[in-house]
């Protein structure tokens, strides 16, 4: 178990490395010239140059990769180039609305959407599997945006039972703190809850067939505990899958529900970065939200021989 | 009174294509302590009637109709948390398929607490303390051990083992086996029938077995119940059933049974058959409905189906012409 934790740890590595090739390019290919940009208007293109030159921009690619990546190995993530703040400094600031939204945008949908997956396995074909399953289409086909104005628009506008916008900090209590998040995690986590919802259905109708489930009946079990003991628990390994898969979706979507939702996060420093093309943050952030990914995705690894005692590392 | 008296049992399943009369006014007793097979081809509504006891049939699509008194209580007509009390409790089955019939995620322990937490009331401690006692009953070495593995960590026989003891735990009343050793290895099946014998007489329970080998049947039943599509066509005693089976279908079951080293002593090299197939289900038939197959049918079986009748003392049969004793030979 704890080498095969050291192992995967050390595959991040590989993978990382790709990532980091990747983003790299993606920038370098991208159309559009920070130095023209940083030089303004009125610059002329001695200016361009110079601000090109001490960017390290006239490098050769290579060079300049090779560099970058060893700034990255030192916990070094490089400068903004219009704030001159470490990207590394960027980051912390914007961190914890980021990670709040979605550690609640998670908590949300499993807790919504593993029972109704469930409900509707149970109650398959009928009015109840059909509601579950229309809400699940509905919430794949509208956007976060839309989901997240109408939200606003209903329950902060005209019911004023929450907030429009905006952000505060966990330190100034949890309620202050939940309150501004409601919004936009049911806003990011309809599609997510959709997600799950339909996998567990699936997963669990799948699992009701099998003969323990009989054996369970035969010997008296209730409806709860044949559902949610013998048989969530076999149906656990896939739904926890969707769930790891999942985050991307979560990471994607809290770029647009924060800017909706004004929240100070990772997702408008994206955003911003692009609209500079500030690269050095906009490197770092994708790294960051990669790094999340692959680390999210082992934890799920390991949580299978928690549910599933065949699995073995 | 008997322990269990199935009456006039109807086991329906509607279908896109129409009813499925699965089981089809089936009638029998069971008295305490007794056993009693069921058999007959695949398909001809065996495990339905089992399943139906315990009302484990889905509903919809199944319906199950007639009356299942079991201790004078029509379990047809308890409610679903009365029916939880019965089943694991006072009526517990085992299945056929034990590499499968055992939940993959949960110890064994827990499984064979389970049914002690629910119905026995037990608290954890006491529930595991007894599942140990359980796994040594059926004959499982190092049970402390085994209490605490998955059924991934067991051997098919050992499984069917933990099966029976899930069944025994709370000391049923009656047990319901359906092909318990079907999917078992030839030396472990005769294990597991030894154990069931053995059990029986420390617990005391009935036991219905359903099965198609009438080597299982010679070696554990004291009465047999044959079926044919969705209906009892025979039900003698034992021994009197193997030696002067009445109805043609119970001729051909016992005709078709392979004799150990026949062909080497060249009695008899080639096995019985029975033509032909269980008919369908779906339509109802004016006649017997074994007359399609049957070697002896005349008109009369084409248009009159015919009733059970006692044939001689405690032996009935569902045929025109089975009083003749010499159609086995």
């Known amino acids: 178990m704890f080498a095969y934790v050291v192992r995967r740890i050390l595959a991040t590595i590989p993978v990382m490395a790709v990532v980091a090739l990747f983003v790299f390019s993606l920038l370098y290919i991208a159309p559009g010239d920070p130095a023209a940009v940083i030089a303004g208007d009125q610059a002329t293109p001695e200016d361009v140059e110079r601000i090109r030159a001490s960017l390290g921009l006239d490098r050769p690619y290579l060079v300049r990769f090779g560099a970058w990546v060893w700034d990255i190995m030192r916990g070094d993530l490089g400068v903004s180039i219009f704030t001159n703040l470490p990207v590394s400094t960027m980051i912390q600031q914007r961190i914890e609305p980021t990670l709040s939204l979605m550690v609640v945008t998670l908590l949300l949908a499993v807790s919504v959407a593993v029972p109704l997956g469930v409900l509707a396995a149970w109650k398959v074909g009928t009015w109840v599997d059909n509601a579950v399953m229309s809400f699940a289409v509905l919430a794949f086909s509208v956007p976060v945006f839309v989901v997240g104005y109408l939200l606003a628009y209903i329950f902060a506008l005209e019911l004023d039972w929450l907030p429009v916008q905006g952000y505060t900090a966990f330190s100034q209590g949890f309620w202050p703190w939940l309150e501004n998040l409601i919004l936009p995690a049911i806003a990011l986590g309809s599609v997510y809850i959709a997600l799950i919802a339909r996998i567990t259905r699936a997963t669990m109708l799948e699992v009701l067939q099998q003969d323990y489930i009989r054996t369970a009946r035969a010997k008296g079990a209730g409806q709860r505990s044949i559902l949610f003991l013998h048989a969530l628990k076999n149906a656990a390994v896939p739904i926890v899958t969707v769930i790891g898969i999942g985050i991307a979706l979560l990471i994607g979507g809290a770029v647009v529900t924060e800017s909706v939702f004004a929240i100070p996060g990772l997702g408008r420093l994206t955003v911003d970065a692009i609209l500079r093309r500030d690269y050095p943050v906009i490197q770092g952030v994708v790294l960051l939200f990669s790094f999340v990914y692959v680390l999210v995705n082992l934890a799920i690894d390991l949580l299978y021989t928690l549910f599933d005692p065949r699995i073995r590392y | ?329």
Do not use: W
């Open chain 2, 1 to 329: 009174m008997a322990l269990l008296e199935v009456e006039n049992l109807q086991t329906h399943f509607r279908g896109a294509d129409g009813v499925n009369r699965a089981v089809d006014g089936v009638s029998f007793e069971v008295n305490s302590g007794e056993t009693v097979a069921i058999v007959g081809e695949s398909g001809c509504g065996k495990s339905v009637t089992a399943m139906s006891i315990l009302r484990l049939i889905p509903e919809p699509p199944g319906k199950i109709a007639g009356s299942i008194r079991f201790n004078g209580k029509d379990l047809l007509k308890l409610s679903d948390r009365e029916m939880r009390d019965i089943r694991g409790n006072e009526i517990s089955m085992i299945f056929q398929e034990p590499m499968t019939s055992l939940n993959p995620v949960l110890t064994v322990g827990r499984q064979i607490g389970e049914t002690l937490r629910l119905h026995q009331g037990m608290n954890k401690q006491q529930a595991e303390a007894r599942a140990v006692e359980m796994l040594k009953l059926v004959g499982i070495p190092e049970p402390e051990r085994r209490v605490k593995e998955y059924p991934h960590q067991l051997s098919g026989g050992m499984r069917q083992r933990v099966m029976i003891a899930i069944a025994l735990a709370c000391n049923p009343k009656l047990l319901i086996a359906d092909e318990p050793t079907t999917a078992l290895d030839v030396t472990i099946q005769a294990q597991i029938l030894d154990l069931m014998r053995d059990l029986k007489r420390t617990v005391g329970a009935a036991i219905v077995i359903i099965t198609h080998d009438l080597g299982v049947v010679a070696e554990v039943a004291e009465r047999v119940i044959v079926m044919y599509a969705g209906r009892k066509v025979e039900e003698a005693e034992v021994g009197r059933l193997f030696r002067n089976p009445r109805h043609p279908y119970t001729q051909g079951l016992l005709g078709s049974m392979p004799k150990l080293g026949s062909s080497l002593t060249g009695e008899e090299t080639r096995l019985q058959e029975i033509p032909g197939l269980v008919p369908s289900l779906k339509k109802k038939l004016d006649g017997c409905v074994f007359a399609s197959r049957c070697a002896y049918a005349t008109d009369l079986c084409l248009k009159v189906a015919p009733g059970l009748e006692e044939k001689a003392e405690g032996h009935i049969a569902a045929c025109h012409y089975a009083l003749k004793e010499s159609v086995a030979a």
